[in-house]
T-cell receptor
């Protein structure tokens, strides 16, 4: 079945460092890809998405590019802030009537001032 | 703007008791999803409604679990004869027909003693 594998955490970086969180997927069809974020004490929020190959999703300085040839959707940010500390989930959704989301296991990110 | 709401936010129960959770989706959204998230893992799909029809159920949804959406608006998830393994965060999400983004509620955290 479909699945998402993402970089295990926790990841600890200093403020203004460059961030990469790796994500690869397995899918039978042609899914949409997402990054969700869960800040401490809050619910899941959509961070960015991409719906077709070579699309780049971006939001709040984060970017991820849909790479069909490598089945990857790595999350990057050029300069992280303390407020970026959260758990990040890579996810996919098949183009079916249900369009359920399949999540990775999450990567906890901590940013040191 | 009212997002997805869930009640209660926390529930502590004894093994063997029944519990019921409620989800109120965003008002114009006809699709509603339930997910379960255990500690350190990503959310896992449980079931999906389109309007009042339950169209898909995960194998995770044992016969002790039942979900309803009687009028195509709010939904309830009932767990009968709870077990300690049912302890988790139960998340509800909704989306509209065209836009594929799912919006998540804050979740109901269940602890079975």
């Amino acid at each position: 079945g479909d699945s998402v594998t993402q970089m295990e955490g926790p990841v600890t970086l200093s403020e203004e460092a460059f961030l990469t969180i790796n994500c690869t997927y397995t899918a039978t069809g042609y899914p949409s890809l997402f990054w969700y974020v869960q800040y401490p004490g809050e619910g899941l929020q959509l961070l960015l998405k991409a719906t077709k190959a070579d699309d780049k999703g971006s939001n709040k300085g984060f970017e991820a590019t849909y790479r069909k040839e490598t089945t990857s959707f790595h999350l990057e940010k050029g300069s992280v802030q303390v407020s970026d500390s959260a758990v990040y989930f890579c996810a996919l959704s098949e183009r079916s009537s249900a369009s359920k989301i399949i999540f990775g296991s999450g990567t906890r990110l901590s940013i040191r001032p | 703007d009212t997002g997805v709401s869930q009640n209660p936010r926390h529930k502590i129960t004894k093994r063997g008791q029944n519990v019921t959770f409620r989800c109120d989706p965003i008002s114009e959204h006809n699709r509603l999803y339930w997910y379960r998230q255990t500690l350190g893992q990503g959310p896992e799909f449980l079931t999906y409604f389109q309007n009042e029809a339950q169209l898909e159920k995960s194998r995770l949804l044992s016969d002790r679990f039942s979900a309803e959406r009687p009028k195509g608006s709010f939904s309830t998830l009932e767990i009968q004869r709870t077990e300690q393994g049912d302890s988790a965060m139960y998340l509800c999400a909704s989306r509209g027909t065209v836009q594929e983004t799912q919006y998540f509620g804050p979740g109901t955290r269940l602890l079975v003693l």
